[in-house]
């Protein structure tokens, strides 16, 4: 399975609300997580199960979709969302990524 | 605090060999089921590596088969990452990462540069 994200880079400004797409070849049911990444640090969790928010991650992230079609939305930007998101299938045990969306400040 | 520390990571010369480790601490990995990503310099990142909590389900992704072997100590809750014939491709920031409904805790990583 190979996962597609969109846009490859975006900028936007704080207080936007901002959507990034991510498209797996095939299904994949809802076995899909979201991941931020700044510079020089390990990816953080973000979302699993495609909606789930993980646990100390502030209520502006959300996730949906199912099958093949996901998207993590980030509802008002705050100036420490500036980072690199990265989608994740977990349908089988090749736990590939996708390329990454780097999102910057406009 | 549950952590995992990476190390082993350094210098080396093409074709030549490296383990890294994982250390966990804060929690016992006996049940848990682990694994290896890498992420190039400038780069995304790539999953190379799972293994379950016993051992007996380890994966790899085909940029690494037949040269990386994932193991485990359970007893001293160390993961392990042995790298055969290594290429200058395979110079990278190497984090270990637990997995469960997804990878929710990481190490901070360690760089392997492969170079003459």
């Known amino acids: 399975t190979q996962l597609t994200q969109s846009p490859s880079s975006l900028s936007a400004s704080v207080g936007d609300r901002v959507t990034i797409t991510c498209r797996a070849s095939?299904?994949?049911?809802?076995?899909l997580a979201w991941y931020q990444q700044k510079p020089g640090k390990a990816p953080r969790l973000l979302i699993y199960s495609a909606s789930t928010l993980q646990s100390g991650v502030p209520s502006r992230f959300s996730g949906s979709g199912s099958g093949t079609d996901f998207t993590l939305t980030i509802s008002s930007l705050q100036p420490e969302d500036f980072a690199t998101y990265y989608c994740?299938?977990?349908?089988?045990?090749?736990?590939?990524f996708g390329q990454g969306t780097k999102l910057e400040i406009k | 605090e549950e952590r995992l520390v990476e190390s082993g990571g350094g210098l080396i010369q093409p074709g030549a060999s490296l383990r890294l480790s994982c250390a966990a601490s804060g929690f016992s990995i006996s049940s848990d089921e682990m694994n290896w990503v890498r992420q190039a310099p400038g780069k995304g990142l790539e999953w190379i590596s799972y293994i379950s909590s016993g051992g007996s389900a380890i994966y790899y992704a085909d940029s690494v088969k037949g040269r990386f072997t994932i193991s485990r100590d359970n007893a001293k809750n160390l993961l392990y990452l042995q790298m055969n014939s290594l290429r200058g491709e395979d110079t990278a920031v190497y984090y270990c990462?637990?997995?469960?409904?997804?990878?929710?805790?990481w190490g901070q990583g360690t760089m392997v540069t492969v170079s003459s």
């Open positions: 994740q299938q977990l349908n089988s045990y090749t736990y590939i």
């Open positions: 095939q299904g994949i049911s809802n076995y």
């Open positions: 990462a637990r997995v469960e409904w997804a990878f929710d805790l």
